[in-house]
């Protein structure tokens, strides 16, 4: 599994004209699911997602997670995360899971988050043509890949 994630001041996912998810303070997780994943790779970077310290404390040191600091999660499935440019000019998504594979996986990666984060996070719907907004706070991004855990 592949995961960028954002630190924002809000965020909003909208599909077909109607704001489907949105957040105040908190992550934005594009989330791109591959064949290979397991239930340990989604544990992994759950765990990582939530715990993760890139919010400032009192002294404004990058020392907080999203749960610590009461913000919530906006998680939207992002194939393309997964795009090979090995080979020519368009990208192939070949390591990409299908529908089969990837709808359960993310409909588990949700009730991970919602588990660990003790509260409901926001979603896109997997396969919409979804238009995100934020506002990256910092700009804080990073990216994370369970196969390549450093």
């Given amino acids: 599994m592949k995961a960028v994630i954002q630190r924002v001041k809000e965020a909003s996912v909208t599909i077909e004209g109607r704001v489907a998810g949105s ?3 908190g ?7 591959e064949t290979a994943d397991t239930q340990e790779d989604l544990m992994w970077l759950s765990n ?6 890139i919010f400032d404390d009192a002294a404004g040191v990058m ?3 999203v749960k610590e600091i009461g913000g919530n ?3 939207i499935s992002q194939f393309t995360l997964h795009a090979s440019t090995k080979k020519g000019n368009r990208p192939s998504y070949i390591a990409a899971a299908k529908h089969e594979i990837a709808i359960p996986m993310y409909e588990a990666m949700i009730q991970q988050l919602n588990a660990e984060m003790g509260a409901l996070i926001q979603t896109g719907k997997f396969g919409a043509d979804m238009q995100v907004a934020l506002i ?3 700009p804080v991004t990073i990216i994370i890949d369970s196969k390549n855990k450093e």
């Fill in 23 to 25: 957040i105040g303070q």
């Fill in 27 to 33: 992550l934005m997780v594009l989330l791109g699911i």
């Fill in 48 to 53: 990582k997602i939530v715990n993760m310290r």
């Fill in 63 to 65: 020392n907080l997670s």
């Fill in 73 to 75: 999660i906006l998680l």
């Fill in 136 to 138: 990256n706070n910092g």
